[in-house]
């Protein structure tokens, strides 16, 4: 199976994702990388893959503003 992940760090990324344009913090490396649910969606759907997981792991928070 194809997947698409998104990782939240925190509660308010939780409600941010009620919003599907609302752009939110995904970095999970030292490069920055915001988007909104839709961008994810979209570029899951681009590459074929069929699967969303959204995780929630404190470790990458280390890689995003505070």
């Known amino acids: 199976m ?3 992940t998104i990782i939240l ?3 308010q990324q939780l409600t941010d994702l009620t ?3 609302k752009k939110i913090d995904m970095s ?3 490069t920055k ?7 994810v969606c979209e570029e899951a759907k681009r ?3 069929h699967i969303l997981t ?4 404190e470790f990458f928070r280390q890689y995003r503003k505070r």
């Open 28 to 30: 999970t490396g030292y």
């Open 54 to 57: 959204i995780a929630f792991d």
């Open 47 to 49: 590459n074929g893959d």
């Open 9 to 11: 760090t925190s509660d």
């Open 33 to 39: 990388r915001d988007a909104s649910l839709r961008d």
């Open 19 to 21: 919003d599907p344009d």
């Open 2 to 4: 194809i997947a698409k």
